[in-house]
């Protein structure tokens, strides 16, 4: 998070973030936007959001994380409510497997917009203004406890410093089955089953 983007106190922010859950989980489409955020496609996932979580299991990890993304999306919504719009001080910094949570509630476009819409909350989130850089006691993190939802859990909130270690880790055994740093390249041709036999 830039040292140059002025941001609310975060009693403001966290005060106002509770309400703003409150009003999206009063929706008479908020059911439908927990089934379908918690669904895991086939077409899609990353190799280094959700995958960082020790032992991680999509179907007893979906609800938690589904919470905390919901959560984030407040906070957010909050600042940008707060700063009259402020793209750059809205994009607080987030652990990588809650923001992954967030990119799957933000693919549910219809129906967030019309939630949107109905209860007049901004949903704001920009790819290029992220930096992966989030660790415990930050503004975040004294949003989120100011809203009185505790302490984010350990299990989802994990730290920057934590999280490249992690990503070590994933990477070197993606690497023992072809895949690049990150997930980001493999050679596979997908013509010879040869080349994956062995995966």
Known sequence: MSATVNRPEAARIGARADELLTEIK??????????????????????????????????????????????????????????????????????????????????????????????GIAVVHMTDQEEFVWERDDYTQDCYEAAGWGTPPERYWIGAAETRRRHQILDAAYARIGIGPQGRSHGFTFEAREEYASV
């Not at 994380?65 to 750059?88: H, I, N, P, Q, S």
């Open 26 to 119: 009063d929706d008479i489409e908020f059911d439908r936007l927990v089934a379908s955020s918690q669904l895991y496609a086939d077409c899609w996932a990353t190799f280094t959001g959700y995958p960082i979580i020790a032992e991680w299991n999509h179907d007893t990890d979906k609800a938690p994380l589904f919470e905390e993304g919901l959560k984030v999306l407040a906070l957010k919504a909050a600042v940008w409510e707060a700063t009259g719009g402020d793209e750059a001080a809205a994009e607080l910094d987030v652990a990588a497997p809650v923001d992954e949570m967030v990119h799957a509630i933000l693919a549910q476009t219809n129906l967030l917009n019309r939630l949107a819409e109905r209860r």
